[in-house]
């Protein structure tokens, strides 16, 4: 994993995934490609600021970007990080989805609270699942990435789950401390153990952590990352169709809203 790409936008929660990315990139001695989006506005976007035309909107949307581009240019320069830009006009799921190709991690922010547009818990759910790749989503008030430190694995032995443990087994091999955690309901048919082997033929070697489901999984999560004061969670996204999650919630779309450290996804 060493091309990674970090959405830029100014936004509410760029510092955040901009010092999460930084932190990835270095440990993992990779290529951060900086994607920066303006972002044509929807008549929705357009009456949350103020009531202002199209247009009018655009052209304010390009002269923040430029002055973004330049303020975030010159921090870079200083970082010890290569780093590369794309300038991109359009949807931003789609820009994204273009721009990934190549790219092995996404990053952006699993929900900016307060700060209704752009939607980023719908981006970072697109994009899992459309992109085919795995994404890195962080809470917009974090202030980097823990990589040396202590990161909580959700196994059900799904097909998403296994992706997720694949995808993230470079930056699990960088933690002092590693645990799979398995929330039993009875329906598991590969159990944890099987992925504390497969991880352990990696240099990886985590502790089994096996727990009952029945105050439900995602608020057994949330609990066990208090418990190992994790600094994030990689789990797999979207199991179930995403019309199904949309109408009944689900511990993705939770973890996009309630989750207290980055969210490493795959689908």
């Known amino acids: 994993m060493k091309n990674i790409l970090l959405l830029v936008h100014d936004d509410a929660g760029q510092e955040a995934r901009f010092q999460a990315a930084l932190d990835v990139t270095r440990a993992l001695e990779g290529h951060l490609s900086c994607l920066d989006v303006v972002m044509v506005p929807t008549l929705a976007a357009a009456d949350y600021w103020s009531g202002s035309g199209t247009a009018m909107l655009l052209e304010e949307e390009r002269n923040a970007e430029a002055t973004n581009r330049s303020r975030l240019s010159e921090r870079l320069r200083r970082e010890d990080v290569q780093w590369s830009w794309i300038d991109a006009t359009g949807d931003l799921a789609l820009c994204i989805e273009r721009a990934a190709i190549l790219s092995e991690l996404i990053v952006v922010n699993r929900r900016l609270d307060g700060f209704?547009?752009?939607?980023?818990?719908?981006?970072?759910?697109?994009?899992?699942?459309?992109?085919?790749?795995?994404?890195?989503?962080?809470?917009?008030?974090?202030?980097?990435?823990?990589?040396?430190?202590?990161?909580?694995?959700?196994?059900?032995?799904?097909?998403?789950?296994?992706?997720?443990?694949?995808?993230?087994?470079?930056?699990?091999?960088?933690?002092?401390?590693?645990?799979?955690?398995?929330?039993?309901?009875?329906?598991?048919?590969?159990?944890?153990?099987?992925?504390?082997?497969?991880?352990?033929?990696?240099?990886?070697?985590?502790?089994?952590?096996?727990?009952?489901?029945?105050?439900?999984?995602?608020?057994?999560?949330?609990?066990?990352?208090?418990?190992?004061?994790?600094?994030?969670?990689?789990?797999?996204?979207?199991?179930?169709?995403?019309?199904?999650?949309?109408?009944?919630?689900?511990?993705?779309r939770t973890m996009l809203t309630r989750c207290p450290v980055p969210l490493f996804l795959a689908h």
């Open 116 to 252: 209704p547009y752009p939607d980023t818990r719908t981006l970072a759910s697109d994009l899992v699942v459309r992109s085919g790749k795995p994404i890195l989503a962080v809470p917009d008030g974090v202030t980097g990435f823990a990589a040396s430190g202590s990161a909580l694995v959700a196994w059900d032995g799904s097909r998403e789950a296994d992706a997720a443990l694949q995808a993230a087994a470079p930056l699990l091999k960088l933690a002092t401390d590693v645990t799979l955690i398995e929330i039993d309901d009875g329906s598991i048919a590969i159990r944890a153990e099987h992925a504390a082997s497969f991880l352990s033929r990696h240099g990886i070697h985590p502790r089994v952590q096996r727990e009952p489901g029945r105050s439900g999984v995602d608020n057994v999560l949330l609990q066990q990352i208090a418990v190992h004061e994790a600094d994030y969670l990689v789990m797999g996204g979207f199991g179930h169709s995403r019309l199904s999650e949309a109408l009944m919630g689900g511990v993705s």
